[in-house]
C-alpha cells in the first residue's frame, strides 16, 4: 500500500528555522517531492531528493534517508510569505504516479 | 507563457448536472494528470495519461470521463454531478524523467448545490 505522513499543523517565527518531516512507505521508489502550496492557489515545486542526503536551495533544504523512508524540509530565516501549507510526494515505482502526503500547514507568526 | 492552463477557474453547478474542465499544457510534457483536492486539503490522483493513452485510473466513479485528444490536452467530463463532488481540481504534467516534477494548473473549484 501508499502510505504518506506529515504533521498536520506546525507555527514558527519569523527569522526562525523550521524543519517538516515525511515518512513514507510505498510501492516503489523513484524519489521524493516537496511543493508549497499557498491557499487557493496551486501547488509548486521546491526541491527534489533521490539520493540519500542533503540538498541545499538558498533558505530551503530538503533531506532523505531511503532506508528509513523519511525526509525533512528545512526552511530558514522564516518569512510570514513562507505561511503555506508543504506537500511531500513520492514517485513511486512506475514512475507515472506521484503520492501525496497530507500536507503541512505552516504558520509564521511576527 | 502559461505553462499548463485549466478552464474554467469556478464552477458552480447543480446536482444532477454534466460538466467538463479542460485542460492544456505548452511544455510539452508526456503525461498529463487529474487530481483531486478535498476540503482537507489532501491531494489525490484520478487518472493519468501518457502520449494520450490511459495509464492510472484509480477507484473514481464512471461518472468521470477523461479525454485526451492529443498529448498537450486532457478534459474531464463528470456526469450526473453530486454533491460530494465538489472539491478543487487540478490538473498537471511532468516529463518522462525520474527527476521531473508536477507542473500544476491553477485549479478549478467545483461547488455543487
Known amino acids: 500500500g501508499q502510505n504518506i505522513d506529515q504533521p498536520t499543523e506546525m507555527t514558527a517565527t519569523e527569522g526562525a528555522i523550521v524543519q517538516i518531516n515525511c515518512t513514507y512507505q510505498?510501492?516503489?521508489?523513484?524519489?521524493l517531492f516537496w511543493y508549497q502550496q499557498h491557499a487557493g492557489e496551486a501547488p509548486t515545486f521546491l526541491s527534489y531528493n533521490v539520493l540519500d542526503g542533503l540538498e541545499e536551495k538558498g533558505r530551503f533544504s530538503s533531506f532523505l534517508s531511503r532506508s528509513k523512508g523519511y525526509s525533512y524540509l528545512l526552511l530558514k530565516e522564516l518569512q510570514m510569505k513562507d505561511s503555506a501549507s508543504y506537500l511531500c510526494a513520492v514517485r513511486d515505482s512506475s514512475g507515472q504516479n506521484f503520492v501525496f502526503g497530507p500536507g503541512t500547514r505552516l504558520s509564521v507568526l511576527p | 507563457d502559461t505553462a499548463v492552463s485549466q478552464t474554467p477557474k469556478y464552477l458552480v453547478t447543480q446536482m444532477g448536472n454534466d460538466k467538463s474542465i479542460k485542460c492544456e499544457q505548452n511544455l510539452g510534457h508526456d503525461t498529463m494528470y487529474w487530481y483531486k483536492q478535498d476540503s482537507k486539503k489532501f491531494l489525490k490522483i484520478m487518472f493519468s495519461?501518457?502520449?494520450?493513452?490511459?495509464?492510472i485510473n484509480e477507484t473514481v466513479p464512471n461518472r468521470f470521463s477523461p479525454k485526451s485528444p492529443d498529448k498537450a490536452h486532457l478534459n474531464l467530463h463528470i456526469n450526473s454531478l453530486e454533491l460530494g463532488d465538489s472539491a478543487v481540481y487540478f490538473c498537471a504534467s511532468s516529463q518522462d524523467r525520474y527527476n521531473s516534477p508536477l507542473h500544476f494548473g491553477n485549479g478549478t473549484r467545483l461547488t455543487v448545490t
Open positions: 510505498t510501492s516503489g521508489f523513484n524519489g
Open positions: 495519461y501518457n502520449n494520450k493513452e490511459l495509464i
